[in-house]
């Protein structure tokens, strides 16, 4: 219901469009027959699907990685809230989206 909530916060948001086009990934949520029913209702909207198994097609699959690399691969944290500021402070040396060298960028606690 998360995707769908999406899907109306942008129906509302664009009402003067014609067409709403989304790249999505795979997610099983994008493809339930609840969204598929609601897509139906609603033709301005159309799903691209980014291909099955290319993450380095889909560039937020780029942060994920270097989150993993930077922040959660070989660290271990006290609490969930040390992981979750260590989180938050990559998110913030990363935005906008990286370029060559993100996973270079620390976030030790």
Known sequence: MLFIHLLYTLKRTYRRARRIV???????????????RWL???PKFRLLFQPTYHPWVNRI????KALHDTVTRN???????????????????????????????????
């Open 22 to 36: 989304l790249i999505v990934d795979n997610y099983r949520p994008h493809k339930s027959d609840i969204t598929r």
């Open 40 to 42: 139906r209702n609603n």
């Open 61 to 64: 699959e780029r942060i994920w």
């Open 75 to 109: 660290h271990r944290y006290q609490t969930m809230g040390e992981l979750m500021t260590a989180v938050r402070r990559f998110l913030v040396v990363c935005q906008p989206f990286p370029g060559n060298n993100h996973a270079l960028a620390t976030a030790h606690v």
